[in-house]
């Protein structure tokens, strides 16, 4: 083994040893696939069970925006439609074209009755009229039943392309970790993943955290009103909120 060897494998090894700082739980697990993943300049499946199943949160909880952005919205497309399939009134706009068309026709049927009672030559008018508004009132009903039928396959169509998306989810998850890892090891400024966003650990460090956070906030905000002029004053010298 050549010292070029030696020292990448060096390299490697003090590199893996910096996951377990990186993801806070489950080192061992991302440690091989960071192995896996980094041993190899293609692309090496895995599947990642909890970004398979939480999807975006997975994502957003370890700092990754943007491709948790992208796949709650092509997630969002696909409940859309599972929902939309499964409960929404597909033919509730046929429905009230039928409303419609039968209020006309209750009228124009009162208008053939009176041109029959009278003898009228308007009454084969009105005649085909009627026949006419019975027949879209039938093609409309036959269009509502197809509109229920597809229900159902919207909402398939809809669980499928959401099984889509988890299973890219999940087999890209580790890569992106990995990358974001990389770029961690170069830029330790950048925020870790942290697998406590999901199952809090250590909730006193925590919870001190954040105090300590909100107090900081707080601090510079009261600073910054501290600095505001004074509010304008009216010219009977009160000022304009009293």
Do not use: C
Not at 93 to 119: C, H, M, N, Y
Not at 130 to 150: D, K, P, Q, W
Not at 174 to 183: G, H, P, Q, V, Y
């Amino acid at each position: 083994m050549t010292d070029n060897q030696i020292a990448a494998e060096d390299a490697q090894h003090d590199r893996l040893a910096l996951v377990g700082d990186f993801v806070k739980s489950s080192a061992d697990y991302y440690r091989a696939r960071f192995h896996e993943i980094g041993s190899q300049s293609s692309y090496i499946f895995s599947f990642n069970l909890w970004a398979f199943l939480l999807g975006p949160i997975w994502f957003s909880a370890r700092s990754i925006w943007n491709w948790g952005l992208a796949f709650l919205i092509l997630e969002t497309f696909g409940w859309v439609q599972i929902i939309r399939g499964a409960f929404g009134d597909l033919a509730a706009g046929a429905r009230e074209r039928i409303e419609q068309i039968e209020g006309t026709l209750v009228f124009r049927q009162k208008q053939l009755q009176a041109a029959l009672d009278k003898g009228s030559e308007k009454a084969e008018v009105y005649r085909r009229t009627v026949e006419s508004l019975e027949a879209n009132i039938g093609e409309i009903r036959m269009e509502a039943v197809r509109a229920e039928e597809a229900g159902l396959w919207i909402m398939l169509s809809g669980l499928a392309a959401l099984l889509l998306v988890k299973f890219v989810q999940a087999a890209m998850a580790n890569m992106i970790l990995e990358k974001r890892f990389s770029n961690w090891l170069s830029n330790r400024s950048l925020v870790r993943h942290d697998a406590s966003l999901l199952w809090p650990r250590g909730g006193l460090q925590s919870s001190d955290h954040h105090r300590n956070s909100g107090a900081l906030q707080f601090s510079k905000f009261f600073r910054f009103v501290h600095r505001l002029p004074n509010p304008p004053r009216d010219p009977n010298g009160r000022h304009w909120w009293r």
